[in-house]
């Protein structure tokens, strides 16, 4: 499998826990927009990064946007970890994969 595989499983997987995130926060009713806005705003921007990733043309950048999401994603599981923390665990891990991949060469 290619980097850009594992970048758009990473994509796929932030967008579906960025999804869940919101609707749980949703459901709880009583959280102002403006309190969710930031967090859910990252999210977006880190599942961006690394749909960027695995949709670019040129390896420089899909690597970079790779490294950029799974650090996001990272730090993302980290303070989000007894909620939807796992989810974003897994993307980074997978963001890393395709960054490691994109960065060795081609056999």
Excluded: C, K, Q
């Amino acid at each position: 499998m290619t980097w850009r595989v594992w970048s758009l499983a990473s994509a796929g997987v932030a967008a579906v826990t960025t999804a869940v995130y919101l609707v749980l926060v949703s459901g709880e009713g009583d959280t102002a927009f403006w309190e969710v806005f930031p967090w859910a705003a990252l999210m977006v921007l880190a599942t961006t990064a690394s749909l960027w990733s695995g949709l670019s043309r040129h390896v420089a950048v899909g690597r970079s946007m790779a490294i950029a999401a799974a650090a996001v994603l990272g730090a993302l599981g980290v303070v989000a970890l007894f909620s939807v923390g796992i989810g974003f665990m897994l993307a980074a891990i997978l963001a890393a994969v395709a960054a490691i991949l994109a960065a060795s060469p081609p056999t």
